[in-house]
């Protein structure tokens, strides 16, 4: 499962540029903190995390893909396929642009609080690149080839198609060519390990990290 620098992708989003000072709606908060794993406090600071990312470019109060990727590599250009993946996954009214409501709600399935069927559910969508319903092994390999690439481990081709197959093999309990999400749940639960990187620490801490941005 590609890993995410949760610290860094917070420190990101607080070092962009000023933002207006705006409080979101206190009925908003509420609902949000009724329906995530986060507090109203900490709803309310990651309001302005959000004003401050979603302002970095263009302050028209959603954030694009290009301040998504400045949030989590510190270059708005930098395309992969990882980072575009993570921006479709955020941006789950498919419009273009992440809201605050899909900001929290997608972060919400990163928090230490969340449950494991949640994180595999998330990573299965991940690995589901083409959005069939169903992972197949090019997908895994696409994928792994990705965080490879966002990091400086290097793998020859062989060793990577032996780590593909034994993913693959063992996932595809069914047999026929393709990963279910049954079937992922179950690899998931056999190897929590994969969903390490699906889990944020930091997230407990967004009251105590940034202080200033959390109501007295």
Sequence with gaps: MPHVNGKSFLLQMKSCCCASQKLIREKEKALL??????????????FEL???????LVDDGVISKEEFQLGLFGNSRKQ????????????????????FEEFVRALSVFHPKAAQTEKAAFSFQLYDIWETGFIQRKEVKELFLALLDESDLL?????????VDKTFNEADSKGDGKIDEEEWRHFTAQYPSLLQSVTLPH??????VYPSFTTV
């Design 50 to 56: 959000f004003r401050k990312l979603s302002s970095c």
């Design 203 to 208: 997230l407990l801490d967004v009251g105590t």
């Design 155 to 163: 793998l020859t081709d062989e060793t990577v198609e032996a780590i």
């Design 33 to 46: 903190a009724s329906q995530t794993h986060f507090t109203e406090d900490e709803v309310e600071a990651f």
């Design 80 to 99: 992969t396929l990882l980072a575009n993946r993570l921006f479709q996954l955020f941006d789950s009214k498919r419009d273009g642009a992440i809201d």
